[in-house]
Structures are given as C-alpha cells and as structure tokens.
C-alpha cells in the first residue's frame, strides 16, 4: 500500500490531538522503508517533508511548537543513562525482566524520553535504516522540525541541564566500580591511591559546576573539557591493563560484564561532552546526529531478548578465548627448530594414537553392551589424550582453537580492528606449516606404527589384527561420502572446538580461583607431601589444569558421539584423521591391499584430516572475532596477500625459513611499512 504524500501527513497531525510521543511516532511510521537496507525512500520523504513545511508556515509552527513543548517538559537522564549501557543487574536478571516486559508491559510514561524513543521506534529493523540514513538526511529532518537547531532556547537549555546531570551521575558511577571487590582482586592498588577513577570524577564535577556558573552569568569564562578527557583515557588504560591481569589472574562473566560496561560509561561521557563543548558548527550537527543516531539504534534493537542475548554470548566467549589466545602462539612455530620440535610431538602423539587405536578395536570386538562399550571407548580416548598432554606431545586437530583466538587477539592489536592483509597471510603462513608439521608428525608416525603392529601380531599369534568383517567395518568408514567420513569428521571438528572453549574456560577458572595457591596451602596436602613436591604439584596442575580437563572431555565427546546416534537412531559416528590413518596401517597390515588402493584411502585420510581442520579452525575464529568485535575485514585482500607471499616465497608453505632469511624478511616489511 502506498504512503500518503507529506500535506496529507501534515494534515492528520495537526488534527489529531497529539502529544510528542504520538507526533513522532506517526512521522517515523511515514518515514520507515518497506526494506530496511534501502534509504532512498527516507530521503525522498524527508525533501518531501521539508519542501511541505516550508510551503506551510503556519503549520510548521505549530508542529514546531508541539515538539518544543513536549521536549521542554521531558526528562532526558535516562535516555543517557540508560540505554545502549549494560545493566548493573547482571544478564539473567535483565532477560527475565525484558521477557516480563514484552508479556506484561508497563505503562509508557510519555514525559520519559527513554519510553518515547521506544515507543516511537518500535520495529526491530528500524536500527537497520536509522544507522545507515547519512548525517546530512538527520540533520535536515531535526531542523525541519525545529529539534536541536537552537532555536528555542528554553529546549536546549533543558537538554543541557539534562546532559550536565547525566555527566555527574555517569562520572560518579565510574568511580564507584573502583570498590569493586572483582577490580580490587585484580589490582589492589587501585583503592590505595587516587585512580584515575575518582580523578576524572573531582574533573568532572567541576568542569560541570564551572558550566552551569557560565550559563547564568554569560560573561563567565569556562573551563574547558581538555583535562577531563585526559583523565578519561587514563581510565580506559587503566581498563585495558586490568583486561590483561584478568588473562593471568582469571576472568570471569561478571568481570567482563563490569568492565564492559564501563567502557560504555566512558564512551558516553566523551560523547556527551561532544554535544557541550563543539569547536564549530559542524562539529554540534556531527555530535548531535552521531548521539541521536546512537540512541534510536539501541533502543531499536532493544525490542527483542535477542539483543541481549547477543550482547552476553559476546561476554562469555571473550571471557573464555582470551584465556584461549593466550595459549595459541605456543601452536604457532617461527624457527626452524620450533618447527622440528612441533614435527617430533606430533610424532609422538602419532605413536600413542596407534595403540589407542588398537585398544578401541579390541574393546569392540569384545561383543559388550552399547553403554559399557562406549564408557571403555571414552575413557580410552580421553585418558590417551591425556596421556598425550603429560608427554608434551601434539594432536595436530587440537591446535586451531587456539591458534584461532591468536588470529583475533593479532586482528584486535591492530589500530583500525581489522586485519593488515599482509601480516594476516604471513601470519595465516606460519599457522598453516605449523599444522601441516603437527599432522605429518601424526600421521606419518600413527599409519607406519599400526603397520608394524599389525604384522607384529599377526607372526606372533598367526592370525591378523582384524578379522575380514573388521576390516569391511573400517574400509568402509573411510569412504569420504558413501561412508559419510567427511560427515563424522566434521562431527569430530565441532568437539575438537569445544574442546578448546572447555580448555580456556577451565584455564580461566584455574587462575581465578588462584587454584594453585589453595593446593599450596591445603590443609591434607600440607600433611602429606612436603613443601617442596606440593608447591611442584600445584605448579603443575596451575599450567595444565585445562589442558587435562580439555583433553579428557575431548575424549568422551568422541566417545559418546556413536552411543548417542544409536539412542537417536541417527548415523552419528566421528573420524578423526590421526586415527583414521592408524585404522588403514592396521587395515594394510591385515589384508595388504595394492599400492593403488593403499594411496586411494591415504587420500580419503587426508581429507579427514583438512575437514577436522577447517571445521575446528572455522568454528573457533568465528567466536573469536565476534568475542572482539573485530572483523577480518576485505577477505579477498588477505587471499591476495596470502598467495603474493606464497609465490614470493613458495618453501615456506611447508618449511621456515632458516634465521638470515628470517631476519631480512621482517625487515623488508618494516621498511615497507
């Protein structure tokens, strides 16, 4: 159905008996797009809108007049201190009071310019087309309407009395978290001298006191805002250095959520003394409209829990791969020797893969029932996978969860939060060779091992490893489509990922907890060991508490994942390329199939491998980058970047270079630069 043309609109307003909220709402509903992503329609109603008032004086001025009014008598605190800032509740409180509110909403109080926003933006795409309306559309709508063009002054004077108090009342809120006994843990020291937390409120209170002495007597010189916002940087350092103590010291939901928010506090403390202190003209037009924008935004999106949601799912998995990150650069080889000690761990873990492997098919040729079957299965896989940890061998698919947060912390350091295509390829590079040496060292170590165990076994006992409808069994499952393997090996690429997200967040908990300093001083370990071995253990347990706990419950995901396709009567199994290769070395050494063929499945094993990969690796960079809030950014430019690195130096795809040519090679990038 078309809209009616701006006179007719113009017309029903002045009519109706409307107040401010209803008087919005009825011109945004005119304003508002059919598609959300295309603006063009709301400009051409808004030259419309303008070209009508101007022809209409009279009319203009009583919508004028009726705005004026109703913004004069309104309260705007809340709607700068309220919205687009998390709540001081937490998240479930919040989502059960939002849930409430759609269920049984409360009454709109029409004099709170938090309710009327709401009111009048009431669609959930309308975050889409207000954020991408251009500042110049905004403007000329705010002046067609006589909104925050000065001139009414009893309007502007309301909205800066409003902004001064929400200034002190923002102020006072940031330095109060300084209290808080998640900083206090964090660092002490904060509450043992003047932070920069109560500085920038002292700052605050007085360049406000100072403002509003200029506002009644105009000959008065006022401060300006320059030590203040010095004060405020101080703040967010100060914010960015307890994030870090927070990677050593543990983190926590509601850390994260406190710290988030008052970086929010911050932000909009700068903002609201964009709108006070304007160098020129267009500098208030630029702060009035980014400010107006911002909070039509937000309150748009606060229509669902969806928003919500989103925002704290963001909360938790930074909480989670900060910790994770932080471990990934241990998986990123430079040196030559880094890579040969990476190629000698996955070999190792390639050695034990072969007997796990081996131990799987015998406890499923014993004929058990599907649950006992399948708890012998998972504590086979997750105490070899623990076994793997404590050997300091490698898992090549354990390595891009973590190598992924490292990809997003490297994107986060950057000045503009996306990535530099020429340091994500080379670091995408080396990232790659080392998961290629970690999963030749699996492989090329798992498939030759079970060969030698097969035929080993097969001379002592005269008869092979695995009987022909074994052997079927597991031929079978390595067929990438008919058998479904590449299926099952994305299966097994999800648990490899949350696999990771289980490791940082027991890392996390290790640290916050200061877990090891309880065993340290435990009252039965005090009793049984001496100083020395507990204050070892608890070292130990201190560094690889969520690799264990990761690496068991890697385990049992793998373990289960069958048992539950047989409860579901669903085809869920995993493939896992290190033991997909110790099943074909254990399938040659049974049967000896031809050379062909033997390369034929050593391909189907490859593929396993570059799905677990890809999945994992996917997964976790994904969570990753919207933890930070940062983004990849041209993804063509880093492909390009990449493939320019790989025709320059095609070796390194697979080999470091050695360290002359190291050397020269980041000089060369910092002389680019």
Same mark, same amino acid.
Request: glycine content about 8%; hydrophobic content about 45%; charged content about 20%.
């Given at each position: 159905m078309?809209k009616q ?12 008996d @409307? ?6 709402r009825?011109?945004?509903?005119w304003?508002r797009?059919e598609d959300?992503?295309?603006? /063009?329609?709301?400009?051409?109603r808004?030259?419309? %809108?303008?070209?009508a ?5 009279r %009319?203009?001025?009583?919508?004028r ?16 201190t309220?919205?687009?800032l &998390?709540s001081?509740?937490?998240f479930f409180?919040e989502a059960? *009071?939002?849930?409430?509110?759609r269920?049984?909403?409360r009454p709109?109080d029409?004099?709170?310019?938090k309710?009327v ?9 309308d975050?889409a087309?207000?954020a991408?309306?251009p500042d110049?559309a905004?403007?000329r709508?705010?002046e067609?309407?006589?909104? @925050?063009?000065g001139e009414?002054?009893g309007?502007?004077?309301?909205a800066?009395?409003e902004i001064?108090?929400?200034l002190?009342m923002l102020?006072?809120?940031v330095a109060?978290e300084?209290?808080e006994?998640?900083l ?7 509450a ?5 937390f ?9 360049y406000?006191?100072? !403002?509003?002495a200029?506002l009644?007597?105009p ?9 203040a916002?010095v004060?405020l940087?101080q ?5 960015a250095r307890l994030?870090?103590l927070?990677?050593t ?11 988030e928010r008052?970086?929010?506090?911050l932000?909009r $403390?700068h +903002?609201?003394?964009d709108l006070l202190?304007?160098d020129a003209?267009?500098d208030t037009r ?8 911002e909070?039509i935004t937000?309150?748009?999106r606060q ?8 925002d704290?799912i963001k909360l938790?998995s930074?909480?989670i791969?900060?910790?994770v990150?932080?471990t990934? *650069?241990? !998986? ?13 761990s996955?070999?190792g873990?390639g ?6 492997a081996l131990i +799987?098919?015998q406890?499923e040729s ?9 708890l012998?299965?998972?504590?086979n896989?997750g105490?070899g996978?623990?076994l793997i940890?404590i050997?300091?061998f ?10 992924? /947060?490292?990809l997003a ?6 000045e503009?939060g ?12 080396r ?5 290629f040496?970690?999963v030749l060292?699996n492989?090329g $170590?798992?498939?030759p ?7 080993f076994?097969a001379g002592?006992?005269?008869a092979?490893v695995l009987?022909g409808?074994?052997?079927d069994y597991?031929?079978?499952?390595l067929?990438?489509i008919?058998g479904l ?10 648990w490899l990922?949350?696999? =990771?997200?289980i490791?940082? &967040?027991?890392?996390n908990r290790?640290?916050y907890?200061d877990l090891p300093?309880r065993?340290?001083?435990?009252p039965?370990?005090?009793?049984l060991?001496?100083t020395?071995a507990?204050?070892?253990l608890?070292?130990?347990?201190g560094?690889?508490?969520g690799?264990?706990i990761?690496n ?5 995901l ?7 396709g !047989?409860?579901?009567n669903?085809p869920?199994d995993i493939?896992?390329?290190?033991f997909?290769s110790?099943?074909?070395?254990y399938v040659?050494a049974?049967e000896a199939?031809g050379?062909?063929?033997f390369?034929?499945f050593l391909g189907f094993?490859l593929?396993?491998?570059?799905v677990?990969?890809?999945?994992s690796?996917?997964l976790?960079l !994904?969570v /990753?980058?919207?933890?930070r809030?940062?983004r990849? =950014?041209?993804?063509g430019?880093?492909v390009?970047?990449?493939?320019h ?8 795809f697979l080999f470091?270079?050695g360290a002359?040519t190291?050397?020269s090679?980041g000089?060369?990038e910092?002389?680019a630069?």
């Open positions: 078309p043309d701006a006179e007719h609109l113009l017309a029903s307003v002045e009519d109706a @409307l107040d401010l909220a209803e008087t919005l009825q011109l945004v509903d304003l797009p959300p992503r295309n603006v /063009a329609p709301v400009i051409s808004i030259e419309q %809108l303008t070209l008032l101007g022809e209409n004086p %009319l203009q001025d009583r919508l007049e009726r705005l004026e009014d109703g913004l004069e008598d309104a309260r705007h605190l809340t709607l700068y309220g919205i687009g &998390f001081r509740k937490g409180r059960a *009071e939002l849930i409430y509110e269920i049984n909403p709109m029409r004099r709170d310019l309710d926003l709401y009111h009048v933006f009431h669609q959930t795409n975050a087309w207000v991408a309306l110049d905004w403007w709508l705010l067609a309407l006589g909104c @925050l063009t009414h002054p309007v502007l004077q309301r800066r009395e001064l108090y929400a002190e102020s006072i809120w109060a300084e209290l006994p998640e206090l843990r964090l660092d002490p020291s904060i043992e001298h003047n932070s920069a109560v500085a920038q409120e002292r700052e605050i209170s007085a406000v006191r100072d !403002y509003r200029a009644e007597a000959d008065h010189e006022r401060m300006d805002d320059r030590h916002r004060l940087e703040c967010s350092e100060q914010i994030r870090q927070a990677i010291h543990g983190n926590s939901l509601s850390l994260t959520h406190l710290l008052l970086d929010q506090t932000g $403390i +903002k609201l003394l202190e304007p003209d267009r630029a702060a009035s409209v980014g400010v107006f924008r909070l937000i309150s748009a229509h669902g829990v969806r928003a919500l949601w989103q704290n938790v930074r909480s791969t900060q910790q990150s932080d990934g *650069e241990h !998986y990123i080889t430079q040196s030559r020797g880094e890579y040969f000690q990476m190629l000698r996955g070999a873990a050695l034990i893969i072969a007997v796990m +799987k098919i406890i014993l004929g058990l029932s599907h649950a006992v079957n399948t012998w299965v998972s504590l896989y105490l996978f623990v940890h050997l300091h490698t898992v090549a698919t354990k390595q891009p969860a973590m190598t992924a /947060a490292r912390a490297a994107i986060e350091e950057s503009r996306t990535a530099d295509p020429r340091t994500m390829a080379d670091l995408l590079m990232v790659g060779r080392s998961q040496a970690a060292g492989v $170590i798992a498939l091992t079970a060969i030698l165990i097969g035929l076994a002592l006992f005269n092979p009987s409808r074994e052997v597991l031929v079978d499952g067929h990438p008919m393997a590449l299926f099952f090996a994305a299966i097994a690429g999800v990922f949350v696999s =990771g997200l490791a940082g &967040f027991f890392d290790c640290a907890l300093g065993l340290r001083e435990h039965l370990l005090r009793r060991l001496p020395e507990r204050h070892r608890a070292d130990w347990i560094h690889n508490y690799a264990l990761g068991f419950l890697f385990g049992v793998l373990g289960v994942t069958g048992y539950v !047989y409860l579901l669903l869920l493939q896992h390329v290190a997909a110790a099943n074909l070395g040659t049974s199939p050379l062909g063929m390369v034929l094993v593929l396993i491998g570059a677990n990969l890809w999945v690796f996917g976790a !994904y /990753a980058l919207r933890a809030g940062v990849i =950014g041209t993804f430019r880093v390009r970047a990449y493939g690195h790989l025709r320059e130096r095609p070796g390194e470091p270079p002359q190291t050397t090679g000089d060369d910092s002389d630069r």
